[in-house]
């Protein structure tokens, strides 16, 4: 059985509490669903890129990569990870993110 160390519990709870006041959020505070990646098809890409009428290199610039890659996904050679699954599923939802990804 190990000892428990008062002085790092009591310091973990003043580090809390001062996360808190911040408005740190945590674990803790609130409940986060675990979700698995969105799955992309390439004929999803494709109709999406056709949809916003963008050629796959101006697509490709948009969402920051390449226009191999794209084309890649497209021909369904390659699938897009997680986080290019995730960013092709919010510019399905919401069109205006090619133009906010812009000024970012």
């Known amino acids: ?3 428990r160390n ?3 519990e ?11 006041r911040e408005g740190k959020i945590t674990l803790r505070q609130v409940t986060v669903e675990n ?4 799955e ?4 999803e890409i494709v109709a ?4 916003m009428k ?19 996904w497209e021909q369904d050679k390659a699938k897009p990870n997680a986080q290019a699954a995730l960013l092709i599923k919010l510019v399905e939802q919401y069109p205006d993110m ?3 990804l812009a000024s970012v």
């Open 1 to 3: 059985m190990n000892k």
């Open 6 to 8: 008062l002085f790092e």
């Open 10 to 20: 009591m310091m973990q709870g003043i580090d809390e509490m001062a996360a808190q």
């Open 35 to 38: 979700r698995p990646a969105p």
């Open 40 to 43: 992309v098809t390439a004929d």
């Open 48 to 51: 999406l890129r056709k949809k």
């Open 54 to 72: 963008m050629s796959q290199k101006v697509f490709a610039m948009r969402i920051r990569t390449s226009a191999e890659t794209l084309r890649n």
């Open 98 to 100: 090619v133009d906010r």
